[in-house]
C-alpha cells in the first residue's frame, strides 16, 4: 500500500534577505497528524521558515509544498509578548476576524460564520469569555483566544510561534496539555516554535533542529541529545530530560 505524501514537503529551501542567507538548503518532510517542534538559537531562521511555510515569503531557491491549500493552515503569532492586543475588541470579535480571510470580494460575515466561531471558542475554553475585551484577559486567557481565532477556519495545519512568550509557567502547562489535545482527538498537524528544549522534548511527538541549515530532525526523545545539542548551539549543553 502506498505511503500517503506528506502534508508539508519541503526541499532544498533557501532563503537570503539581501546578502544574509537566514535558511541554506533546508529539506525535510512532515506526516499528516505529527506534533512538531522547532528549535534553534536565536537568529537561526525558525520564523522565516514558518513564513515560508505559510507562504508569507517567496523562497530564494527550493520549493515547500502544502497538501491542499495554505488557507488550511491556521496562524498563531507572537503576540502576547509584542503588547499587540491593546485595543478594544471583544473575544467573539477578534475570533470571528479569523473568519474574514476565507470570505469572497464583498461579501460579509453570517450565520455559518458565527456557528464557526462559537464551535472555535467552545473547543478552545474561552466560550464563557466572548464578551470580555481581549485587553482584560490574562496571556494564557488571550492566546487560547488566538488558537480559537485559528480554529474557525477549520484548519488542518496549526502554526504557533513561540505560543507561550509572556505566560507564566501554570499557564503554560495547562497550553500545552490543551495544544496536546488539539493534536491528538482533532488530528489537527502542529508545528510549534519555541526556545525551551525541555518543553519540546517532552511536548512534542518529533523535533526540527535549525541553525540556518537542518541539524537534525526526528522523534524528540530520540532526537534530543548532547550531540545535537551541541551541533545545534556550537557548544556543549548540559541537558537534562526531566523525568528520566
Not at 91 to 117: F, M, P, T, Y
Not at 131 to 153: K, M, P, Y
Not at 212 to 241: D, M, Q
Amino acid at each position: 500500500m502506498a505511503t500517503q505524501e506528506p502534508i508539508i514537503e519541503v526541499e532544498n529551501l533557501t532563503f537570503s534577505y539581501s546578502t544574509n542567507t537566514v535558511l541554506e538548503n533546508v529539506s525535510f518532510a512532515i506526516q499528516e497528524g505529527d506534533y512538531v517542534g522547532i528549535l534553534g538559537p536565536n537568529g537561526s531562521g525558525k520564523t522565516t521558515l514558518l513564513k515560508l511555510i505559510l507562504g508569507l515569503v517567496e523562497p530564494t531557491a527550493g520549493w515547500v509544498k502544502v497538501r491542499g491549500n495554505r488557507s488550511q493552515i491556521g496562524f498563531v503569532p507572537q503576540r502576547i509578548a509584542e503588547g499587540k492586543l491593546q485595543f478594544p475588541a471583544s473575544v467573539e470579535e477578534i475570533v470571528l476576524s479569523g473568519r474574514v480571510s476565507l470570505l469572497s470580494l464583498g461579501a460579509r460575515l453570517g450565520s455559518i460564520d458565527q456557528k464557526k466561531a462559537r464551535k472555535a471558542m467552545e473547543v478552545a475554553g474561552v466560550l464563557a469569555l466572548k464578551d470580555r475585551l481581549i485587553n482584560e484577559l490574562s496571556g494564557g486567557q488571550a492566546q487560547r483566544v488566538l488558537i480559537a481565532r485559528a480554529l474557525c477556519t477549520d484548519p488542518t495545519i496549526l502554526v504557533l510561534d513561540e505560543p507561550t512568550v509572556g505566560v507564566d509557567i501554570p499557564s503554560q502547562e495547562e497550553f500545552y496539555g490543551f495544544i496536546k489535545e488539539l493534536n491528538e482527538t482533532l488530528g489537527i498537524t502542529i508545528l510549534f516554535v519555541s526556545h525551551d528544549i525541555d518543553v519540546i522534548s517532552h511536548e512534542s511527538k518529533s523535533v526540527l533542529c535549525l541553525n540556518r541549515t537542518l541539524v537534525c530532525h526526528g522523534p524528540s526523545r530520540e532526537t534530543l541529545n548532547s550531540e545535537a545539542l551541541e551541533k545545534l548551539y556550537g557548544k556543549k549543553l548540559k541537558f537534562i530530560l526531566h523525568g528520566h
